[in-house]
């Protein structure tokens, strides 16, 4: 597993550190739009630069943020996320209370902010966009009959693809290069009644 690859599952102090939501965008602009300053967070997120300033400083006393070598000024510091993957733990019956509730509000906030990221995909008009750009990405769901096994074996496949495209694409730099989002979700529904097998999908 290469450094981009590499699995960085929260302990309670970051997950702790992390539960605010203004901490949650900052850490989720950082991913998307790349190194920021306190400025420039700032006036994407409408806060003061003292206030992001503040919260930079305690997400980078959990190495949730570092800053970025080499650039900036004792008055201008740059941040950024380190490479590498995040497993957030969600909430569950084995943490402490306190735990629990920021893995809840940690676990809100981001699919709140991507939920948003998407509903702001679907909603820009396309005049707007270079025409090479204009039907470029996808949304689909798709609904299988599978076993905990097939399941696990599927999403093993999919992290091998996705390990594959970030060793091939991240870091790329140049005119015709845009951020792009690339999401997966791979969960059992609950069930509910018995489901029936309809006439086209056979006995």
Same mark, same amino acid.
């Given at each position: ?72 000024? *004792? !008055?201008? %510091?740059?941040?950024?996320? /380190?490479?590498? &993957? ?5 909430? @569950?019956?084995?943490?402490? =209370? ?68 970030? *060793? !091939?694409? %991240?870091?790329?730099?140049? /005119?015709?290069? &845009? ?5 997966? @979700?791979?969960?059992?529904? =609950? ?13």
């Amino acid at each position: 597993m290469t450094e981009n690859t590499q699995i960085r599952t929260l302990d309670s102090g970051a997950l702790k550190a992390l539960a605010h939501p203004l901490r949650v965008r900052i850490f989720d602009l950082l991913a998307s739009q790349g190194p920021q300053t306190a400025s420039s967070l700032a006036a994407l997120v409408g806060e003061t630069s003292g206030s992001t300033s503040y919260h930079l400083r305690a997400l980078a006393a959990h190495d949730l943020i570092r800053e970025v070598e080499g650039r900036g000024t *004792a !008055r201008e %510091r740059w941040w950024e996320r /380190p490479k590498g &993957r995040i497993d957030m733990p969600g909430p @569950d019956d084995t943490m402490s =209370p306190a735990s629990r509730a920021a893995a809840q509000i940690v676990t809100s906030e981001f699919f709140r902010l991507r939920h948003e990221t998407l509903m702001a995909y679907l909603n820009r008009p396309q005049s707007q966009e270079p025409e090479e750009w204009r039907d470029v990405g996808m949304t689909a769901t798709t609904h299988l009959d599978m076993t905990a096994a097939q399941v696990m074996e599927l999403r093993e496949e999919v992290e091998a693809f996705l390990e594959s495209a970030i *060793a !091939r694409f %991240r870091g790329q730099t140049g /005119p015709d290069v &845009r951020r792009v989002s690339l999401r997966t @979700d791979i969960f059992d529904l =609950p069930k509910i009644g018995t489901r029936q097998t309809s006439p086209e999908e056979g006995s």
